[in-house]
């Protein structure tokens, strides 16, 4: 089993580029030596974090985290147990969200999804909803992650789980599915976007008027 917490912080103080690539080296290295995996993403001071791996290893890395003088105010909003990992391949995925007006990371399973094995859809059709979900999903991440809002940045990390998921089924044809759903279902797969997720992006486009 998979143990992941995801805390929010703000930095005592902003850091340069330099600091950062430091930061992230030594982090990366001391994440991949104890198998630990997630993502990391601030806006200015604001800081939040994302750990996955054993917990023993999670928690002892949250609690250096907590008495590191570099962070004030830590405060830990999320916690929970999976079978799989949500950032396998990523010793720490970073994204600096200081500029929102930016275009959003190439990697399309980090905020973005690839679209373009879909067909094109009439404005009416389900597949037209789906695209439009996805886009806003990209939107209201962006702007809750380090939103410094406990609520918002716990219904942010919600959303993130329930991902879409493109996957090519028995016709032939791609449909985007809820990675989170599909998982826990059984083998059924769920399509995106599910109850959750589009209730999770209705509460934060709600937050943020």
Known sequence: MTY???YVSTLSKTMSDGDV???LDVSRSNNARHGVT???VFRGQRVMQLLEGDEGDVRALFRRISDDPRHTDVVRVWESTQHSRRFPDWSMRFDDL???SRPLSDDPGWLEVDLSALADAAPSSPLSE???YVQRRAGVLRRALVSGDRLVTTLAII?????PEAVLEGDAVVHLHCAECRGASGGELDHYPCSTAKNAIWALEAAAR
Not at 159 to 163: E, K
């Open 98 to 100: 200081e500029s929102l």
């Open 4 to 6: 992941t917490l995801v």
């Open 21 to 23: 690539e430091q930061l």
């Open 159 to 163: 959303l993130h789980g329930h991902r």
């Open 38 to 40: 997630g993502m990391l």
């Open 130 to 132: 789906t695209k439009e």
